[in-house]
Structure formats: C-alpha cells, structure tokens
C-alpha cells in the first residue's frame, strides 16, 4: 500500500491506545500491517491466530484509532474489510522513571520468537560519548532507518530493526542505592 496519503506519524497519547498497543498480539498484527493492506482473514494467517482473535484485536486497534478500514469489496455477499496503519509510524509517551518501556518489551519478544537458525544480527556497545557525540549518533541511526524503510519492498520478507540509544542509570540510582 502506498503511504503517501497516510499521516508520517501517530502520537499514542490515550489510555485506551496506550493499551492498544501494549499487548503483544496487536503489536504484531500492526507490524502485518506496516507495508500493506490486510483482511482479517491474512492477518489471522500471518499472525497464527484465530479469525476471532484476530477480528477482536484488530476492532480493539480500529477504535483506539491505530489501524482503520482503507478499502472494501464483497465477496459471495460478504463484505471483506481491508485494514492498514493509520500513520507510517507510531509514536509511544516516554515511560517516565520505572516505567515499563514497551517497545523494547515488544522487540524482545519478537527476538525470541525469532527462528533460532535465521541470520539475525544483534549487538550491544557500551560507549562513551559527549553530548554532541550522543545527538549525532541519535540522528545518524534515525536517518538509516529511514534510508531503509523507504527502500522497503512489501514483496519480501520481513525484517526489524530495533535500536536503543540511551544513558544508563547510575549504578546507585539503578538498584536503589544499595550494593
């Protein structure tokens, strides 16, 4: 699907889309979503749902506003619904101080669920950047992420790219001060 007409991004600022998007399964059922066009029925086979299980996540996402309706067409007197992302990109509040961060949660996950013999590439650097250092990075990531998305064909398979840039706690602030 072509995403010249949809929004660049959706800020999730509700607690009913925070919860949308909290659960595993819808998360995945958007990522079916990211490049084109599904009925219940394809995102209930991409996904390895039921077709009820996957009709109720995707009405849970189209009320919080996350996915809508972009085409319908009737088949043998049904009509199939065509769902898609309602932005090119979702945008989650920061999880403040001890909050759960479920992007990083849901990457996880995905890594897991991942095929163990698949060619995955997955590294932590611990690094030691100024503030200039630490913005320039930020926006270079940014920027190949992007560079790659817009290269995206849907015909092939799916990859993610999952990347965190952050400053760690200090250790007495991480375990509550104790050693």
């Known amino acids: 699907m072509p995403t010249d007409g949809l929004p660049e991004t959706f800020h999730v600022t509700t ?3 925070l919860r949308a998007v909290s659960n595993l399964t819808r998360h995945r059922i958007m990522a079916v979503l990211r490049f084109e ?3 219940i029925t394809q995102i209930a086979e991409r996904v390895g749902l039921a077709k ?3 009709s109720y996540h995707v009405r849970l996402l189209e009320r919080a506003g996350l996915v809508k309706v972009v085409r319908t067409r009737k088949v043998r007197g049904v009509t199939e619904r065509y769902y898609a992302m309602a932005a090119r990109a979702i945008v989650l ?3 403040g101080e001890g909050g759960p961060d479920l992007l ?5 996950a995905d890594l897991e669920a991942s095929p163990a013999d698949g060619e995955r590439h997955v590294r932590m650097a611990h690094l030691r950047l100024t503030e200039e250092q630490f913005a320039q990075l930020g926006a270079r990531l940014d920027a190949l992420a992007d560079e790659y998305r817009e290269l995206s064909d849907p015909s092939l398979p799916d990859v993610s790219l999952a990347f965190a840039l952050f400053r760690p706690a200090q250790r007495g602030q991480a375990d509550g001060g104790s050693k």
């Open 104 to 108: 990083m949660r849901h990457v996880v």
């Open 37 to 39: 066009p599904a009925t």
């Open 93 to 95: 509040p920061d999880p």
């Open 15 to 17: 607690d009913e889309q």
């Open 52 to 54: 009820g299980s996957s």
